[in-house]
């Protein structure tokens, strides 16, 4: 999961480490297992590091060969290896195996344009010293948290909003606004969060701040072709198929073990089925159940699990377990819950991370396919 934080003055005086720190830590439960600090000028960074790739080389800070770029990055980039061969070839020297480096390089190769070669989820913060420039990012669907604030002349930034809460100077005020926005969508829209002042970093977009000034920049939207031809079925399934495969098996790149939640449903399943393929011995999946007949998926995830030969975990959350844990959910949070399985997918979490590091999910599936109940009976309701 990793966590980053920062304080950007571009051309004021060098951030307090001591506040820096403070932000910093608060990110420790998103990166348990290493830390580190860059403070150079009006710009500090921090990071908590969740150790999955190079994980002997690959703490954060990361610079490019003369330490004129500086970066810290929550996420993965996918398609590193490919990239890392790419500015090898054109010259550049890699100090470690990490998929973060290859984002340094390639920004000192292609400049801003470098996000449009990058395959991942990210968010991330870019210092180029000889242009004392601040780049700040975030991938294109949002995958990957970045909450940014202005206080007192300098802008704060953090994976979550609990960094910002920690930075002096910062008032902590409800925005009526966001909050009117998640009793209507269950989420505040756009940029907005549910403390004023606080905002989120759109999905697809750069910030770049220098002394003569800010600017935000889109560098992705979603493509829509005006192709209208039927290709077929066979078409769609046979592209479908392969595009997952891909994915899927781009996400399995890892230095620590890998596993999967597993509902029962056509998404996670299809991702349980092509894991299983590309694995070499049993893949560890994890499932929810309830009590209450009704709710519980259990069987529909057991099925699964027996077909493709998983080491399968199932938990059963109580109702008073539920209940009980609201409030911790929602401080890890910093927002109101927005869907009634957050706690069933913390509950999970906290078991799944007894023996995997990674998990793929099929979050989004619904999204791309229609797969909604709610939009398929809306012409009934």
Not at 181 to 194: C, G, H, K, M
Request: charged share 25%; aromatic share 10%.
């Amino acid at each position: 999961m990793c966590g980053i934080a920062g304080i950007v003055d571009v051309g004021g005086p060098k951030p307090s480490r001591k506040v820096l720190e403070r932000m910093t830590e608060v990110l420790s439960p998103r990166g348990p297992d290493d830390s580190g600090y860059f403070l150079h000028k009006g710009v500090g960074f921090g990071f908590r590091r969740l150790s999955i790739i190079d994980l002997s080389n690959g703490n954060q800070p990361v610079t490019n060969e003369d330490g004129s770029i500086v970066l810290v990055q929550n996420g993965e980039i996918y398609n590193f290896k490919e990239l890392r061969e790419e500015l090898e070839g054109n010259g550049h020297i890699f100090k470690t195996r990490s998929d973060t480096e290859v984002s340094v390089h390639a920004y000192e190769e292609w400049g801003l344009d470098f996000v449009n070669r990058l395959n991942g989820m990210f968010a991330f913060g870019l210092y180029d010293r000889k242009k004392e420039r601040v780049v700040l990012g975030r991938d294109r669907l949002g995958i990957k948290p970045f909450h940014y604030a202005r206080v007192d002349g300098k802008l704060v930034f953090g994976s979550e909003m609990k960094s910002i809460l920690q930075f002096p100077g910062f008032k902590r005020e409800p925005s009526y606004t966001a909050l009117s926005s998640y009793l209507t969508f269950r989420y505040p829209q756009e940029a907005q969060s549910v403390f004023k002042g606080i905002l989120r970093l759109e999905p697809g977009h750069l910030m770049i701040l220098e002394e003569k000034g800010d600017r935000i920049m889109k560098y992705w939207e979603v493509p829509f072709f005006a192709n209208k031809e039927d290709f077929g079925e066979k078409y769609y399934l046979e592209q479908s198929l392969e595009m997952l495969s891909q994915s899927v098996q781009r996400r399995m790149v890892s230095d620590v073990p890998v596993g999967a939640y597993l509902s029962g449903g056509l998404d996670s399943s299809i991702i349980v089925a092509l894991m299983s393929r590309f694995s070499n011995k049993p893949v560890n999946t994890f499932s929810i159940g309830f009590p209450e007949d009704s709710y519980d998926e259990r069987i529909h995830a057991e099925i699964v699990a027996r077909h493709c030969g998983t080491n399968h975990y199932p938990i059963v959350l109580e109702r008073k377990d539920y209940m009980d844990m609201l409030p911790k959910i929602i401080r890890i949070k910093d927002a109101p819950l927005s869907i009634p399985h957050e706690p069933a997918l913390y509950q999970m979490s906290v078991e799944l991370k007894k023996h995997v590091t990674v998990a793929l999910s099929g979050e989004g599936a619904d999204e791309l396919f229609g797969g909604y109940g709610r939009v398929q009976r809306a012409p009934l309701d």
